[in-house]
């Protein structure tokens, strides 16, 4: 089954302890994305990548860190987390197929709480 | 600045009827134009999309419409079903920069009997 994965699903951090929320697909995508939800304010892009060790700033990349060393997995990492970090975070991959990115699909989902 | 603006946080219509979820945008740049379904507890899904060069795209009870001069797209859910509650969000690209993506804030519909 194609799929995007994330983990954990759901976390509850203290400031300042540095974690790593997992994504990986299993549909030879090139481009991986990192978004944030936020109440009134939509999904947001942190980071994407088009490909293996090539990573991109999104919108909101302040205060986290990504990672593509192989094309399956993407992982966000946030050294230092903070309270305003607390959101629902998703995983995204596509295929690009000469323009547009209909072929996205989005991971479940990791609700993280910073303390 | 929000490029991507969807005014109405929430919609509500009766079974049956038809559904019309709103989209502006600032960015005259954007040439590629999307919309996706999000369930509670799940990851948004793909649900249309529309390049500019076109006004219109259906697919089955679905079209997207695309005002380029109004920097206006509307999503038209006919008929809408109990199904189709949900929360859907506005997307638009830039060729160039195909992976980038700006959302709206989204818009929760729901579907009364």
């Known amino acids: 089954e194609a799929q995007v994965t994330q983990n954990p699903r759901y976390l509850i951090t203290v400031t300042g302890k540095k974690l790593t929320v997992t994504c990986s697909q299993n549909?030879?995508?090139?481009?991986m994305s990192w978004y944030r939800q936020d109440p009134g304010l939509g999904l947001r892009q942190i980071y994407y990548?088009?490909?293996?060790?090539?990573?991109d700033k999104g919108d909101v990349p302040e205060g986290y860190k990504v990672s593509r060393k192989e094309k399956r997995n993407f992982p966000l990492i946030l050294e230092s987390p903070s309270p305003n970090q607390t959101s629902l975070y998703f995983c995204?991959?596509?295929?690009?197929?000469?323009?547009?990115?209909?072929?996205?699909?989005f991971g479940p989902g990791t609700r993280l709480l910073v303390l | 600045d929000q490029q991507v603006k969807q005014n109405s946080p929430s919609l509500s219509v009766q079974e049956g009827r038809i559904s019309i979820l709103n989209c502006d945008y600032t960015?005259?740049?954007?040439?590629?134009f999307l919309w996706y379904k999000k369930y509670p507890a799940e990851g948004p899904t793909f649900l249309i999309s529309?390049?500019?060069?076109?006004d219109k795209n259906e697919d089955g009870r679905f079209t997207v419409f695309l005002n380029k001069s109004a920097k206006h797209l509307s999503l038209h859910i006919v008929p809408s079903q109990p199904g189709d509650s949900a929360v859907y969000f506005c997307?638009?690209?830039?060729?160039?920069?195909?992976?980038?993506?700006?959302f709206g804030s989204g818009t929760r519909l729901s579907i009364r009997p």
């Open positions: 997307a638009a690209s830039i060729y160039s920069s195909a992976s980038k993506i700006i």
């Open positions: 995204a991959s596509s295929s690009p197929r000469g323009r547009g990115t209909e072929t996205q699909y």
């Open positions: 960015n005259s740049m954007f040439d590629y």
């Open positions: 549909m030879n995508h090139e481009y």
């Open positions: 529309i390049s500019s060069i076109k």
């Open positions: 990548s088009m490909n293996v060790e090539v990573t």
